[in-house]
């Protein structure tokens, strides 16, 4: 059973444009939503990070939107670059909660920016 | 940046050989994972730790054994490599800050092929 489903499988976007990349989980008790930027030849690292308290955050370029009632939380990449090709990864966890406390991954999205 | 090491980077090796892959991390975090993921792929988490002398398996069945002996380091082991290993490994390590979820730092794998 997939937690955290994610979607799409692959993006083809064009610079300057607008990313989005949408992630839906099944577990009502998950309250804390990162997602993860990888390089091809590098470990992921976490990218940007949201709670359920809060319908939005934005940190730069990058913004994620929560909507709990639908269980649903996407990434927004604005003004997208060249740079930002990479493979994205949601994911979910419960904060505190022992082996729940891992992160629970989306199966990834390989974001292609082109010039 | 979070200072995680994984040796060998890349690793070629004959079928039934005996493998250690290392990691190694210096932030004094008391979890540990090992994550299987062919390149650009979904994440496998296939063990993980949440201290010393304390291992356990995670969702993908895999093989593979690990040990925790010391807190900065967290071995996995093959007995027996099969062409069905091929893949690449991934280390973590997580801390959680007040009132977020954990957040996992990524070594740079290791690209194991068995021949």
């Known amino acids: 059973q997939q937690q955290v489903k994610q979607s799409p499988q692959s993006l083809i976007v064009q610079k300057g444009g607008i990313s989005i990349i949408n992630c839906a989980y099944e577990?009502?008790?998950?309250?804390?939503f990162p997602w993860y930027q990888q390089f091809p030849g590098k470990g992921p690292a976490l990218l940007i990070a949201i709670r359920p308290d809060v319908s939005e955050k934005k940190e730069g370029r990058f913004t994620i939107s929560f909507n709990k009632s639908a269980k649903q939380f996407s990434l927004h990449i604005m003004d997208s670059q060249p740079g930002d090709s990479a493979t994205y990864f949601c994911a979910a966890s419960i904060r505190g909660g022992g082996s729940q406390g891992n992160l629970i991954f989306g199966k990834g999205t390989k974001l292609s920016v082109k010039p | 940046e979070a200072d995680i090491y994984q040796t060998p980077r890349y690793l070629v090796i004959g079928t039934g050989k005996k493998i250690t892959l290392e990691c190694s991390q210096t932030m004094g975090h008391d979890k540990m994972y090992w994550y299987q993921q062919d390149p650009g792929m979904e994440l496998h988490l296939i063990h993980y730790s949440y201290g010393v002398n304390s291992t356990e398996k995670g969702d993908l069945s895999s093989e593979s054994t690990v040990s925790r002996i010391r807190t900065e380091h967290f071995p996995l082991t093959l007995e027996s490599a099969r062409p069905s290993h091929t893949s690449q490994y991934l280390c973590?390590?997580?801390?959680?800050?007040?009132?977020?979820?954990?957040?996992?730092?990524f070594g740079p794998g290791t690209r194991l092929t068995v021949l």
């Open positions: 973590a390590s997580s801390v959680g800050l007040a009132g977020w979820g954990d957040t996992q730092y």
């Open positions: 577990n009502t008790a998950f309250d804390y």
